[in-house]
């Protein structure tokens, strides 16, 4: 079956615009996480949604947001964005809350210029 | 706050074994994952415990002592393919706290 599938793979974008990427789990699967990865923070929780409704967050700011629709698919949002949100972001998918396994999809390399 | 450990950096020889640790501090506990990542790819599933003992699968094997804060992860048999990060993290109230990950360079 098809994995947990990001778009997009790469994106550049210049301080202070805003950007959304997607995330599309396995199917069946409900659960969908967002962290950031970084060389100097490494991986970060950012969100945990399920059933279209977003179950922790982390300590990031507000500029940071997302949402999951009712297909389970998920996006997340930033604006504003600053040279230090330069990350990978990468999304995670479980069947369920708290199940035994949970694979991440590929990542979206962001770059802010 | 969450604090989780693992050494930096670990080398072995190909065909030889390998345990990296995993020591954690976490206010909750819901489970340990193990992951590999090779570099500039996505981390990939290897293991998870939430009981006490030892998980094997294949070559992997994981092990568990909730009263300690402690997991291992043990490669057998290395191949070359197995030099990536190995990255450790603990599951509190449905979100994953990783450490920074331990580098493995499997030499010829």
């Known amino acids: 079956k098809a994995g947990v599938t990001q778009t997009p793979r790469y994106l550049i974008k210049t301080r202070g615009q805003q950007v959304t990427l997607s995330c599309s789990p396995i199917?069946?699967?409900?659960?969908v996480s967002w962290y950031q990865q970084t060389p100097g923070q490494g991986l970060q929780f950012l969100f945990e949604y399920f059933s279209e409704t977003q179950r922790n967050k982390g300590n990031f700011p507000g500029r940071f947001s997302g949402r999951q629709f009712s297909n389970s698919r998920s996006e997340m949002n930033v604006s504003t964005l600053e040279l230090g949100d330069s990350a990978l972001y990468l999304c995670?998918?479980?069947?369920?809350?708290?199940?035994?396994?949970?694979?991440f999809g590929q990542g979206t390399r962001l770059t802010v210029v | 706050g969450q604090n989780i450990d693992q050494p930096t950096e670990m080398t072995a020889t190909e065909g030889a074994i390998v345990q990296i640790n995993c020591t954690y501090q976490?206010?909750?506990?819901?489970?340990l994952f193990w992951y590999q990542q090779h570099a500039g790819e996505a981390p990939t599933f290897l293991s998870y415990n939430v009981l006490d003992g030892l998980e094997e699968k294949g070559r992997f094997s994981s092990f568990l002592s909730r009263s300690k804060g402690y997991s291992y992860l043990l490669l057998k048999e290395l191949q070359m393919k197995d030099s990536a990060s190995y990255l450790c993290?603990?599951?509190?109230?449905?979100?994953?706290?990783f450490g920074a990950g331990t580098t493995v360079t499997v030499r010829a």
């Open positions: 976490t206010s909750g506990f819901n489970g």
């Open positions: 993290a603990v599951r509190d109230d449905y979100k994953l706290s």
């Open positions: 199917s069946g699967h409900r659960s």
């Open positions: 995670a998918s479980s069947a369920q809350r708290g199940g035994t396994e949970a694979f």
